[in-house]
């Protein structure tokens, strides 16, 4: 229980009353292919075509009419033509073969391709040995996408391999939601900025650059708005002002109990607080609300606490807002380790990997001090709200970063 009485929520209760807060974008822009990593879909991509366009060999072989084949032993053909790649499909004269290599269009009538180390060649005949299947090392127009179909859903968080398909599709341009304009605030009069010795008391900010890679690589589009001083009136200003400009703000930082914790009252009195406390380790202070109209997500200053709670709240918040395809369920690894914990509350615990002696991948603690073992950790392992004590051996949740 918290001091003011309210009980800190779980983490699946806190997502749920902010999703019934904020309603997914239904905007969209169309952006150049070569411009769309990271953005996420607005519209179902249909297939123009044909995925393959048409029908092509799987190999470098020799392509035939399996009813010329004999049924119980080899076969010799003559070797009729030569079909590379980018040429015209051609047309197969019954009782012939034609050289063919991978990718080039079948000869019209052939419908099988033989692969050439099982060919023996002789001159202008070729022997294919018994037992080859009709319509082997053959592929169909339209059998990776038949044209019409959806190829890339509404929701899609477009990477390498989504612009592969959509690039393999003859599209130059995509639909996508508009960039989530996120700005980012760091709080206190103990933070600072720039290369320069911060001096006596002051430490060098690392929540602004880590929160923004992990805003860009959810599609949203950071804007760095510097740091807030731990000055009341000043720091409700400010959000003020930049409420209108952005479509969410993020602070770090000033969202606790403390004398010098100002965001929470500020976030108050410019607007409307919805909650401030969560059942999370680490990461126990954090905000959600509004500045005016705008969403407000208010992290804890601890840069190992802020990070966990962008993966935790943040991101899905994100997410949510473009309307991005619910994430799959994340994989499970063995703990290589035991732990004690507090009932009812969910904690992350930074792991690396490594493979047991059985061959099952393992997470092991990742050594090192709070931002030190972040960088040198694999991922994060979740330790559910009511489980009590890890065992060596049990399977926990994994988030790797590359997912963040």
């Known amino acids: ?67 010329d084949l004999a049924p119980d032993g080899p076969t010799t053909l003559p070797v009729a033509g030569r079909v590379p790649a980018g040429t015209a499909a051609e047309v197969i004269r019954p009782g012939t073969a034609m050289r063919i290599f991978t990718g080039a269009p079948m ?5 099988t391709v033989a692969l050439q180390e099982d060919v023996r060649r002789e001159g202008d005949l070729a022997t294919f040995p018994p037992g080859l299947a009709q319509g082997a090392n053959r592929r169909r127009a339209g059998e990776d996408v038949a ?24 599209l130059d341009h995509l639909p996508v939601r508009p960039r989530l304009r996120v700005g980012l605030f760091s709080t206190g009069d103990e933070v600072s900025e720039g290369r320069a010795d911060p001096g006596a008391a002051r430490i060098h900010d690392a929540n602004r650059p880590m929160l923004s890679a992990l805003l860009r690589r959810a599609g949203a589009s950071p804007q760095d708005l510097g740091i807030l001083p731990d000055a009341p009136q000043a720091l409700r200003a400010r959000l003020v002002a930049a409420a209108p400009d952005h479509d969410l703000l993020v602070t770090t930082g000033g969202v606790s109990v403390g004398e010098e914790d100002h ?36 992290l804890p200053g601890n840069p190992g ?13 994100v997410r949510h807002l473009l309307g991005t395809a619910p994430e799959p369920p994340l994989p499970l690894v063995r703990a290589g380790f035991g732990q004690v914990k507090r009932i009812g509350r969910r904690e992350y615990l930074k792991v690396c990997l490594r493979t047991g002696a059985d061959g099952i991948c393992e997470a092991v603690p990742a050594p090192g001090g709070a931002l030190s073992s972040l960088a040198a950790s694999d991922g ?22 590359a997912l963040g």
């Open 107 to 111: 000869p019209a009538g052939a419908d």
């Open 305 to 317: 606490a802020a990070y966990v709670t962008a993966l935790a709240i943040l991101l899905p918040v």
């Open 263 to 298: 965001v929470r009252s500020a976030i108050g009195a410019a607007g409307e607080l919805t909650l401030w406390r969560l059942a999370i380790k680490p990461g126990r202070p954090l905000a959600f609300g509004f500045v005016g109209a705008t969403p407000f997500v208010g």
């Open 1 to 67: 229980m918290s001091a003011d009485g309210t009980a800190p929520l779980r983490v699946a209760e806190a997502l749920a009353l902010i999703r019934g807060r904020l309603a997914a974008w239904d905007g969209h822009e169309r952006v150049p292919l070569a411009g769309a990593e990271g953005r996420v879909l607005s519209a179902d991509i249909v297939a123009p075509i044909d995925l393959p366009p048409f029908d092509n060999s799987a190999v470098d072989g020799y392509a035939l009419r399996h009813a």
């Open 147 to 170: 044209r019409h179909s959806p190829a890339l859903r509404a929701g899609h968080r477009l990477d390498a391999r989504g612009l592969a398909l959509a690039a393999s599709l003859g």
């Open 380 to 401: 994060l392992v979740e330790l559910p709200e009511d489980l009590a004590v890890i065992q060596t051996g049990d399977f926990l949740v994994f988030r790797s970063h």
